[in-house]
T-cell receptor, first 113, second 115 residues
Framework: DQQVKQNSPSLSVQEGRISILNCDYT??????FLWYKKYPAEGPTFLIS?????DKNEDGRFTVFLNKSAKHLSLHIVPSQPGDSAVYFC????????????FGSGTRLSIRP | KAGVTQTPRYLIKTRGQQVTLSCSPI?????VSWYQQTPGQGLQFLFE???????NKGNFPGRFSGRQFSNSRSEMNVSTLELGDSALYLC??????????????FGPGTRLTVT
């Protein structure tokens, strides 16, 4: 049972445009959400997070939006740059077991010139 | 500050054997989590250790076990290896003193191939 789902395995975006990566979750106990970025042969690196008490969190070119009623979150990257080409993982945890982080299957983002 | 280190980076084993993977967290980090990454499955949570105790566990069979030492270093063991255990095993550490929402820092992983 996949509690965190990333339904798009891949996404191709032109450099300079907006990249939107989507994530859905099923567990209503999740109250903290994270995005990680992974390059080949490296471990994932933390990108941005959001608590369920917020619906938006922004950090430079990266913004995460949370829609609790729809159990949906998205990561916006504006403007997209070549170095953004990587696999992006959405992840979630619940306060009752905050250190147990459940990851989605990832979306491979390719930024084309 | 040195990052999370994992050894070995690559490993080839035969079905039925056992394997031990090692993870050294970032200095000062007391929580260590282990994940299995396979194509199309993303990162699947194996278990998390904090102060030498397993605090959380994922849905993996008992062949997968782990432990944490007093210096926070952690080992993961897989016994009776199966072909399906071939994967990238990632370790992540965080400060996480009270289960608070600290982000995790990942190591480069150990690529295990079972033949």
């Amino acid at each position: 049972d996949q509690q965190v789902k990333q339904n798009s395995p891949s996404l191709s975006v032109q450099e300079g445009r907006i990249s939107i990566l989507n994530c859905d979750y099923t567990n209503s106990m999740f109250d903290y959400f994270l995005w990680y970025k992974k390059y080949p042969a490296e471990g994932p690196t933390f990108l941005i997070s959001i608590s369920s008490i917020k619906d938006k969190n922004e950090d430079g070119r990266f913004t995460v939006f949370l829609n609790k009623s729809a159990k949906h979150l998205s990561l916006h990257i504006v403007p997209s740059q070549p170095g953004d080409s990587a696999v992006y993982f959405c992840a979630a945890s619940a306060s009752s077991s905050a250190s147990k982080i459940i990851f989605g299957s990832g979306t491979r983002l390719s930024i084309r010139p | 500050k040195a990052g999370v280190t994992q050894t070995p980076r690559y490993l080839i084993k035969t079905r039925g054997q056992q394997v031990t993977l090692s993870c050294s967290p970032i200095s000062g980090h007391r929580s260590v989590s282990w994940y299995q990454q396979t194509p199309g499955q993303g990162l699947q949570f194996l278990f998390e250790y904090f102060s030498e105790t397993q605090r959380n566990k994922g849905n993996f069979p008992g062949r997968f076990s782990g432990r944490q030492f007093s210096n926070s270093r952690s080992e993961m063991n897989v016994s009776t290896l199966e072909l399906g255990d071939s994967a990238l095993y990632l370790c992540a550490s965080s400060f996480n003193p009270t289960g608070s929402k600290n982000e995790q820092y990942f190591g480069p992983g150990t690529r295990l191939t079972v033949t």
